[in-house]
T-cell receptor, first 108, second 112 residues
Framework: SQQGEEDPQALSIQEGENATMNCSYK?????LQWYRQNSGRGLVHLIL?????REKHSGRLRVTLDTSKKSSSLLITASRAADTASYFC????????FGTGTSLTVIP | DTAVSQTPKYLVTQMGNDKSIKCEQN?????MYWYKQDSKKFLKIMFS???????INETVPNRFSPKSPDKAHLNLHINSLELGDSAVYFC???????????FGPGTRLTVL
């Protein structure tokens, strides 16, 4: 079965607001990654967080990982219209699984 | 300068035909992958090749066969195409397994 489940499935916010997406998974992992996919394009890697890390930052992105709850969150601060895309978590253990994705719309 | 390239970008074909999708990466990566993304954007790994060895095969039908002539190329050959094969197929590569992947632009396959 699919390893990662993301919520919400869709999120619509105003420019300047923060966007939070969550990812839950089922088995143990070595690391968890977040990717962005613009419409009609391939995925772009955003950030990788290892299983022994709890939080990581990259620019306006903040990722947290709670291995006890088997969950991760991606926070995008001060969102921009250009952040409109689908966001996927990917869990890496014995296998590599992508989540179901969150479709983010940032309204200018 | 494209890091991971795929050809063709669009492929429209009849049921029962055989087709190939090509993938090339110029990043010097040692692992390449093929993914299938369906209409609901569900992304499923199909194959990965590490140093020309198949290391993942996610129970895809044997009509799908990856072919890797060298570390920079991983082509996907599909025999006897079916309607359900219609999807977007992505190639990706990484340096080592389990690390960040670089994706190609995708090939949209439509089977009529």
């Amino acid at each position: 079965s699919q390893q990662g489940e993301e919520d919400p499935q869709a999120l619509s916010i105003q420019e300047g607001e923060n966007a939070t997406m969550n990812c839950s998974y089922k088995t143990s992992i070595n690391n968890l990654q977040w990717y962005r996919q613009n419409s009609g394009r391939g995925l772009v890697h955003l950030i990788l967080i290892r299983s022994n890390e709890r939080e990581k930052h990259s620019g306006r992105l903040r990722v947290t990982l709670d291995t006890s709850k088997k969950s991760s969150s991606l926070l995008i601060t001060a969102s921009r219209a250009a952040d409109t895309a689908s966001y996927f978590c990917a869990t890496v253990g014995n296998q590599f699984y992508f989540g179901t994705g969150t479709s983010l719309t940032v309204i200018p | 300068d494209t890091a991971v390239s795929q050809t063709p970008k669009y492929l429209v074909t009849q049921m029962g035909n055989d087709k190939s999708i090509k993938c090339e990466q110029n990043l010097g990566h040692d692992t390449m992958y093929w993914y299938k993304q369906d209409s609901k954007k569900f992304l499923k790994i199909m194959f990965s090749y590490n140093n020309k060895e198949l290391i993942i095969n996610e129970t895809v039908p044997n009509r799908f066969s990856p072919k890797s002539p060298d570390k920079a190329h991983l082509n996907l050959h599909i025999n006897s195409l079916e309607l359900g094969d219609s999807a977007v197929y992505f190639c990706a590569s990484s340096l080592g397994t389990g690390l960040m992947q670089f994706f190609g632009p995708g090939t949209r396959l439509t089977v009529l």
